[in-house]
Nanobody, 119 residues
Framework: QVQLVESGGGLVQPGGSLRLSCIAS????????LSWYRQAPGKERELVAR????????DYSDSVQGRFTISRDDVKNAVWLQMSSLKSEDTAVYLC????????????WGQGTQVTVSS
């Protein structure tokens, strides 16, 4: 059974840090690009960060550039999002996505983990 399971969300004060994890099972992530998205209430889903197969390329949205870092470990079948200098506008459900680099039908999503930035 293919699964992506996120963890690491929670309540944090502005300026704080969190590290989100996404563990894949039922498939190997080696041929997949991996991304973190977020969705806040009443807003569209937003791409936050993505990392290419082999970690050769990392891209970030303007809103998180310099504050968030995406990384992957294909042996552990995992992707992480290190978030620092968190702001209230970072509050959202964060979702992990795995998309095969050539086979577009192989596109998987996790259930999400809630991140709340508030004092």
């Amino acid at each position: 059974q293919v699964q992506l399971v996120e963890s690491g969300g929670g309540l944090v004060q502005p300026g704080g840090s969190l590290r989100l994890s996404c563990i894949a099972s039922g498939f190997s992530i080696g041929w997949y690009g991996l991304s973190w998205y977020r969705q806040a209430p009443g807003k569209e889903r937003e791409l936050v960060a993505r990392i290419s197969m082999g970690a050769g390329t990392k891209d970030y949205s303007d809103s998180v550039q310099g504050r968030f870092t995406i990384s992957r470990d294909d042996v552990k079948n995992a992707v992480w999002l290190q978030m620092s200098s968190l702001k209230s506008e970072d509050t959202a459900v964060y979702l992990c996505n795995a998309r095969h680099t050539t086979l577009s039908d192989f596109d998987y999503w996790g259930q999400g983990t809630q991140v709340t930035v508030s004092s």
